[in-house]
């Protein structure tokens, strides 16, 4: 049965010439040549525009020689469909012999399998790309049926060109296919040799096939999606192919891009082929049909217009944020909590920062760290879990940082059990800004179980300025991301503003904005503290006793000596020297010359903690005996106290201030004092006398001496 031939006089009256382009239509007037019409057609209808030149169309037509590509009926009739025209339904009848429901797919009403397919390549390809389709199959064992690599040497203008004088035959242009089979199509241009994914010249589409849903609910969540699709396709079985935009530079791109689309749609619930991922992917081709369903174009250009578009919108509405929780719902079956990384200190999955002023043997406290988790070990006092370590040392070249672990293993007397447990990433020299850092770290530290991941020190990898509250919240929202990705502990180290730390509190040490001390779960700040004369003369002294004790001990003469001889050092030598042998002596007083060395080389430092998830613990005394950290069990640092933080018995010795210089430290504290607490959004009289440790009558005399301040209402400004 022949169907009627369509005609463009009725489809044109759908169309308003004065709302088309200059190029539609000229698009129009070469269909309307290419499909047969007269000139007197295309410029009785191009009267209604009020551009319109008596000739011009004429003109035009002459000019219309033909091309590889031509414009078609089809593209006439496209423009028409955009516009809302609906052409009328002709009655169909069935012959004798066929049943209600087995009509031949080939015989239906308004079926044109060539403007199918002429269609589907106008609107994926250039007229000058090579299309890539097969219509030859193979069996296999199950009785399957298979594509094979078909053709791939023709252009999509050349394809159009003989579709469009076929009269709907489109075996004789691309071939009989298998009617059981059906017949696919490659949505990429090739290169003309070939049809693996080093053939493709460009990364436009990428299809999208789920066959979980049945068909109407795959092309309504397609559309829900807003999905950029340039050619939506029946399969003629059970799934629509959506060929979707994502305009790709390169190969990596393309494949970056089609992960987070199929990402996008799972979370949507449409469970996409992951089989489809290749740019050289064989899709099903629309005009052919398949067990007598059709392969059949169902829409063209819906969603979004591009792939920029589209992931702009899905970003704004997929903020990938967690729902709100009511409270009743979860109050008899809570959570666990986290379990502790270092006991009394920071939970696993957290952050943590230490801070100290320069040259405070930070890093060599961090790898101390890393040792206590790899081991199971104490750490400054605290016992830690054990577990895996990843150490990003940016400082240290590659030597010195591994030598320091096995320095510190062995001053530490620690056997290295489980040195498998740690993981040292060396980057100096190669380190990058923090924002692109932690996606390269994530990637790196994926599924390898650590439980931590030290950063020594942040300073190397800081982006913007440290003084700036936003821009230091934005860079300290890397460690949470590090932390949520991998779930694991984010430990990391900065150092200290200029000047004496003392009379500040320890959050408030840290250089830059306060970012720093409020953003971590965990801060431990280190404060150097100072060792009289007359302590270094007590500690070499108890020092050289020991080691004459051992001596004494050595050779079993240690019931021979007082115990009063042994707590002076002129009289434990005494002692040695009549008890030893000249040689041995003279060795002994080698050993208490290198320990009178390695007593003044100690330092000695305090940590104070500022916690959030357990309560504060006292300040820690340690000593720094290089190589490694050691708590003060003698308790002689706990009298000491930081500069600026001295006791009034111990002001009134030192030499006294002149009048003047007084009113200047006066002056100068109450300017510190208000920096410090400037981080908030006011400063009140109550956060000056909590910061400077004073009465708020004290601070008040203070502003009113100082004379750059003003109160109201319990909130101190700076004067204009």
Not at 122 to 128: I, P, Y
Not at 219 to 224: A, D, F, G, H, S
Not at 262 to 284: A, F, H, M, W
Not at 482 to 511: F, N, P
């Amino acid at each position: 049965m022949m169907e009627q031939e369509l005609d463009l006089n009725i489809v044109l009256q759908a169309i308003d010439p004065a709302e088309l382009s200059y190029q539609e239509w000229i698009n129009v007037g070469m269909g309307l040549k290419q499909a047969g019409y007269d000139v007197n057609v295309w410029d009785d209808w191009s009267k209604a525009d009020g551009r319109y030149h008596a000739g011009e169309c004429e003109k035009k037509w002459r000019s219309f020689q033909g091309s590889a590509a031509p414009i078609t009926a089809g593209t006439i009739v496209q423009m028409a469909l955009d516009r809302g025209w609906k052409p009328e339904q002709p009655s169909y009848e069935l012959d004798w012999s066929e049943e209600i429901g087995t009509c031949d797919a080939n015989k239906q009403p308004n079926w044109h399998p060539a403007q199918q397919l002429i269609t589907y390549l106008q609107t994926l390809f250039e007229s000058s790309d090579n299309v890539g389709y097969v219509t030859d199959v193979w069996q296999n064992d199950e009785g399957r049926y298979l594509p094979k690599k078909g053709s791939y040497d023709r252009t999509a203008g050349q394809l159009i060109d003989l579709l469009s004088k076929c009269g709907d035959d489109i075996g004789s242009v691309i071939g009989d296919y298998t009617p059981e089979a059906g017949a696919w199509i490659r949505f990429n241009p090739l290169d003309g040799n070939g049809v693996k994914n080093d053939n493709v010249t460009e990364y436009r589409y990428a299809l999208v096939e789920s066959d979980t849903l049945p068909i109407d609910q795959q092309e309504k969540l397609i559309r829900e999606l807003e999905l950029p699709v340039a050619c939506l396709v029946s399969s003629g079985k059970k799934s629509v192919h959506a060929i979707v935009h994502v305009d790709a530079g390169s190969y990596a791109e393309y494949r970056q891009r089609v992960q987070y689309l199929y990402e996008i749609c799972k979370q949507r619930g449409l469970e996409v082929d992951q089989q489809n991922k290749n740019p050289s992917r064989l899709s099903r081709m629309p005009g052919v049909t398949r067990n007598g369903n059709r392969q059949q174009l169902l829409a063209t250009n819906i969603g979004k217009a591009d792939w920029q578009e589209w992931k702009d919108w899905m970003e704004s509405i997929n903020d990938n944020l967690p729902d709100d929780e009511v409270l009743s719902d979860v109050w008899d079956n809570l959570p666990e909590l986290a379990p502790p990384l270092i006991h009394g200190v920071l939970r696993q999955g957290h952050k943590m920062l230490l801070a100290g002023p320069s040259k405070a043997a930070k890093s060599f406290s961090l790898i101390e760290l890393c040792i206590a988790i790899a081991e199971g070990t104490p750490w400054l006092g605290f016992q830690c879990a054990q577990g895996k370590v990843l150490y990003v040392n940016l400082e240290l070249d590659r030597a010195s940082c591994l030598r320091r672990f096995r320095d510190v293993y062995t001053a530490a007397g620690i056997q290295p059990k489980n040195l498998n447990n740690i993981h040292v990433w060396n980057l100096r020299g190669k380190s990058v800004p923090m924002d692109s850092l932690a996606p390269k770290l994530i990637r790196r530290a994926k599924n390898k179980g650590f439980i931590a991941i030290v950063i020594d020190p942040i300073y190397k990898v800081i982006t913007g300025d440290e003084n700036s509250a936003d821009q230091m919240a934005r860079f300290c929202n890397q460690f949470d991301k590090v932390c949520t990705e991998l779930g694991c502990a984010t430990i990391y180290c900065h150092h200290h503003s200029k000047g004496a730390q003392g009379g500040k509190r320890s959050m408030d040490r840290a250089s830059g904005s306060g970012v720093f001390a409020r953003d971590p779960d965990a801060l431990l700040d280190l404060i150097e503290l100072e060792v009289s004369d007359d302590l270094h003369k007590q500690m070499q002294n108890n020092a050289a006793c020991e080691l004459c004790r051992k001596e004494l001990e050595r050779i079993r003469m240690l019931s021979e000596v007082g115990q009063d001889d042994l707590c002076s050092r002129k009289a434990s030598l005494d002692v040695c020297k009549k008890l030893l042998r000249d040689w041995e002596y003279n060795k002994l007083v080698r050993d208490i010359e290198r320990s009178d060395a390695a007593v003044n080389a100690r330092s000695a430092w305090r940590i104070e903690g500022t916690l959030r998830e357990f309560p504060k613990f006292p300040p820690v005394n340690i000593w720094f005996d290089y190589p490694i950290h050691k708590p003060d069990s003698s308790g002689v640092l706990a009298d000491i106290q930081p500069e600026a933080e001295q006791p009034a018995w111990k002001k009134n010795f030192t030499k006294k201030k002149s009048p003047e210089q007084a009113k200047k430290d006066r002056k100068a504290s109450i300017e510190t004092a208000f920096e410090a607490c400037g981080m908030n959004e006011e400063v009140t009289v109550t956060d000056l006398a909590e910061y400077m440790g004073t009465s708020e009558k004290t601070v008040r005399n203070r502003l009113k001496e100082h004379g750059g301040f003003e109160v109201k209402s319990g909130v101190v400004t700076e004067k204009q």
